[in-house]
Nanobody, 116 residues
Framework: QVQLVESGGGLVQAGGSLRLSCAAS????????MGWFRQAPGKEREFVAS????????YYKDSVKGRFTISRDAAKNTVYLQMNSLVPEDTAVYYC?????????WGQGTQVTVSS
């Protein structure tokens, strides 16, 4: 059974940092793109960042460029999201997604709350 498990969320003051992790089990995603999404209360889930299979190409939502960094460790089958200079608008549940062909796999999410 494929599982993606996010961790690293929490409560942080504006300007602070958090590092999210997404550990995959049940299959390797080393040959697949991985991504982070988020969903704030009352809003639709939105794209935050993605990374290709080799880690050489990354993409970001405009509002997080320069503050967030996505990376991966193929040996650990894990994807990370380093979040710096956090602002209250970053408050959301953050989800990890792995895609294999037309199949999508999602984690359960981790809450990030940024206080002003």
């Amino acid at each position: 059974q494929v599982q993606l498990v996010e961790s690293g969320g929490g409560l942080v003051q504006a300007g602070g940092s958090l590092r999210l992790s997404c550990a995959a089990s049940g299959r390797t995603f080393s040959n697949n793109a991985m991504g982070w999404f988020r969903q704030a209360p009352g809003k639709e889930r939105e794209f935050v960042a993605s990374i290709n299979w080799s880690g050489t190409n990354t993409y970001y939502k405009d509002s997080v460029k320069g503050r967030f960094t996505i990376s991966r460790d193929a040996a650990k089958n894990t994807v990370y999201l380093q979040m710096n200079s956090l602002v209250p608008e970053d408050t959301a549940v953050y989800y990890c997604r792995g895609r294999v062909g037309t199949n999508e796999f999602w984690g359960q999410g981790t809450q990030v709350t940024v206080s002003s």
